[in-house]
């Protein structure tokens, strides 16, 4: 398996995620994000939020889903 290929592939997505967290008012020592790849080689990104951050991450993605008109 490749798994440098895919830890390399969830890096950048890691940072893209990020620099969107970061946008979005969610940084800092409430949010960490680690890169990673699975036994078969694909990447994957762990994302560990404080009970804080979870709540407001929640309020972010419930204004997003009115927004969109997804809401449940």
Known sequence: MDYVAGWREATGV????AEALAAAGL???GV???AGAEDD??????????LSTARRMTRLAEAAALH?????
Not at 41 to 50: D, N, P, Q, Y
Not at 68 to 72: D, K, M
């Open 27 to 29: 940084k800092g020592p």
């Open 68 to 72: 969109l008109g997804r809401a449940s």
């Open 14 to 17: 890691l940072t893209e995620l």
């Open 32 to 34: 960490r994000l680690r």
């Open 41 to 50: 080689g694909a990447g994957v990104v762990r994302l560990e939020l404080t």
